[in-house]
């Protein structure tokens, strides 16, 4: 088996060295990262889970969180500087995920997370985010809240924050080292500075807008609120 390695970037960086993956390891992750990019899947103990096919609302919801962020990301600007992803493969504590929007802070990470070889063109992220967040849905929320978080908070991401799309609530959470502690809740109408993101605003209200008019296409306005899927 070759030894995985990483790619280096100019100056003085490096990426850490991959893992030594078990035989056993590195069979599941390449079966995992083989899927066609049509194919949405993670890798969750140790076996291959389907996602289902995502809703406008799920990803709409990810574009506006990634978005109302996106004047932070890279190196040029100023305060906090991040580098940040949508639906990158990671491999954190022994779980493959693709989490709904990422982040990793420049000042720790002076280079984007690059990408170590599992197999020929195959490779995965195993640089840990400062940040992750997951919209959650009915076909995801039990693993974004269970697996997923458990592997998260081992591997030391230090944010998680939940976007709750049928509860119309973003909760935010801090990694301590036996779990994650709640720090704030924030609902529509709040324009507020949450943690890791203190130097710019975040509006909920504009993340729950795709979902609100898609329900009032469908005369979906002052009944009960339909689960949402995907």
């Keep these: 088996m070759e030894t995985p390695h990483t790619e280096s970037y100019p100056g003085t960086w490096t990426e850490p060295a991959a893992p ?3 035989p056993e390891e590195q069979r599941r992750l390449v ?6 990019d049509n194919i949405s ?11 289902a096919m995502a809703r406008g609302d799920h990803g709409a919801a990810q574009g506006v969180i990634f978005g109302q962020y996106l004047k932070q990301h890279g190196r040029g600007g100023p305060g906090t500087r991040w580098w940040l992803t949508l639906e990158v493969d990671v491999y954190l504590s022994g779980e493959g995920m ?10 720790k990470h002076p280079a984007p997370p690059l990408m170590v070889n599992v197999q020929d063109h195959l490779g995965v992220i195993v640089t840990p985010p400062d940040w992750v967040c997951e919209v959650l849905s009915t076909s ?12 998260y908070q081992r591997a030391g991401v230090e944010w998680y924050w939940l976007m709750d799309l049928l509860a119309e609530e973003l ?18 109408g709040d324009v507020v500075r949450l943690p890791p993101f203190e130097e710019a605003d975040f509006a909920v209200g504009p993340v729950l807008e795709y979902k609100r008019a898609r329900l009032a ?7 009960s ?5 995907g």
């Design 20 to 22: 030594r993956w078990t």
């Design 31 to 36: 079966e995992w990262l083989s899927l066609p």
């Design 41 to 51: 899947a993670e890798l969750l103990g140790g076996r291959i889970v389907h996602k």
């Design 98 to 107: 693709r989490p709904d929007v990422a982040g990793w802070r420049v000042d």
């Design 140 to 151: 995801t929320a039990s693993r974004d809240k269970g697996v997923k978080r458990k592997a």
């Design 171 to 188: 909760r935010v959470y801090r990694c301590t080292q036996r779990s994650y502690e709640l720090i704030e809740t924030a609902y529509d």
């Design 217 to 223: 296409a469908l005369g979906g306005e002052g009944g």
């Design 225 to 229: 609120r339909p689960m949402t899927t």
